[in-house]
């Protein structure tokens, strides 16, 4: 039996409802998106007009109304899937021409987006598309997730990560290193950020990209980070570079938890990974390798919980930070609403810093206090479970 994530069953229901909204599917690469679709339309035995703009060269608005036109004049229950939409030049433009059409003309037809880079796609969603649509984010899998596809325990999701794709190479450690930075990283790069996005230096984004994959889970300032890559580069130009690796469902800098947003964003920011497997396919270690390495793997655990909590944040499910106050660290700080959660991880990697958890408390007062490891939660009990279990009322 095909697995199926839980996300279908939103889509399922949004797609058997009236002719409302348009359902836009983002998602880094390769987290099923596609897949996800075609499940529910075919489940649902509905007609659909399938068709993909991966190859922007070829593709134009005039494209999207060639393929509107063909759902048209399908059954009037027809859903039109356009995958890889943000790679046409004014494509919401376009798509709002004849949503709109449709609109006044009560043409039932039924339109599913899909997106490999959620910056890009919400930016176009938001500037032309407003009120007219409804997002479904796709994050990255978590560990309960590969367990019920692949049967695979904790240790191997946080060493593997989250892409479905590459589960089936693990058994062969080169093979698999090869597809993740091949089929992966380097197609992300290149076709999700550097052909979508103006980047004036993408050497230097390629780089902050490798830095941040080496120095994930630690906090490193812009200045430093220039020392690093030996760029010319400035931090606003680093910022700016990081807030597109995080769109494209790779590498985001977490700000500092100050209780104020101008600060927050002014700090330093912590390097995280979005998945585990851009860390390990980076790293030069085996899984054994890994697991017998106590530091390694308490920096691979502590990351592996930092995205599993980054990829709720990405999903608009909470915010995410982390807290430090001279040599006081509070390694991640959610905020749901009005609930703050300050959490620990206890991975067994060397710290220079000494647990901040009373000293946050005192200042900013949080409804929750989780120690993860050691003899708080045990990390796989923590990473097999939903983030709203743990930050939620």
């Not at 994530?5 to 348009?22: G, K, M, Q, S």
């Not at 987290?31 to 991966?54: M, R, Y």
């Not at 502590?302 to 807290?323: D, Q, T």
């Not at 749901?336 to 005192?362: C, H, N, Q, Y």
Request: glycine letters at 8%; charged letters at 25%; aromatic letters at 8%.
């Amino acid at each position: 039996m095909t697995y199926q994530r839980p996300h279908a069953d939103i889509l399922a229901r949004r797609l058997a409802e009236p002719r409302r909204f348009i359902q836009a599917v983002a998602g880094p690469r390769q987290v099923g998106k596609t897949t996800l679709v075609q499940q529910v339309v075919e489940q649902a035995k509905l007609p659909v007009q399938f068709a993909s703009a991966d190859e922007p060269t070829l593709r134009g608005a005039e494209w999207i109304a060639q393929q509107w036109e063909a759902a048209r004049l399908m059954a009037a229950d027809a859903v039109l899937v356009l995958d890889e939409v943000q790679k046409i030049g004014g494509w919401s433009e376009t798509v709002k021409r004849l949503w709109d059409e449709d609109t006044r003309k009560r043409r039932p037809i039924k339109v599913v987006l899909l997106g490999s880079a959620p910056l890009l796609i919400q930016r176009g969603l938001s500037e032309s598309l407003a009120g007219r649509f409804e997002v479904l984010h796709l994050p990255h899998w978590s560990a309960l997730e590969m367990q019920q596809a692949f049967g695979w325990p904790v240790e191997k999701s946080i060493f593997y990560g989250g892409y479905p794709g590459a589960a089936a190479l693990a058994a062969d450690h080169e093979r698999w290193v090869r597809y993740v930075r091949d089929a992966l990283i380097e197609t992300t790069l290149a076709r999700d950020v550097l052909l979508l996005s103006r980047v004036d230096k993408p050497a230097l984004l390629r780089r902050l990209f490798e830095l941040g994959c080496r120095y994930s889970g630690q906090i490193l300032s812009y200045t430093k980070m220039v020392g690093q890559l030996q760029d010319a580069g400035n931090t606003t130009t680093l910022a700016h570079y990081l807030d597109l690796l995080a769109g494209a469902g790779m590498l985001a800098g977490l700000p500092k938890f100050a209780g104020a947003v101008v600060r927050s964003r002014a700090s330093s920011p912590k390097l995280q990974v979005l998945d585990t497997a851009l860390f390990s396919a980076l790293g030069g270690y085996t899984f054994d390798e890994a697991r017998a390495d106590r530091e390694y793997w308490g920096r691979l655990t502590e990351s592996a919980v930092g995205a599993h909590l980054a990829n709720a944040a990405m999903a608009g499910e909470c915010e995410l930070f982390y807290w430090r106050d001279r040599n006081r660290e509070v390694d991640f700080v959610v905020r749901a609403g009005r609930r703050l959660t300050a959490i620990e991880v206890k991975s067994g990697r060397a710290t220079d810093t000494l647990p901040g958890m009373e000293s946050f408390a005192t200042a900013f007062k949080p409804q929750r206090k989780l120690l993860v490891g050691g003899d708080g939660i045990p990390v796989e009990e923590f990473l097999m479970r939903p983030v709203s279990h743990w930050v939620g009322p």
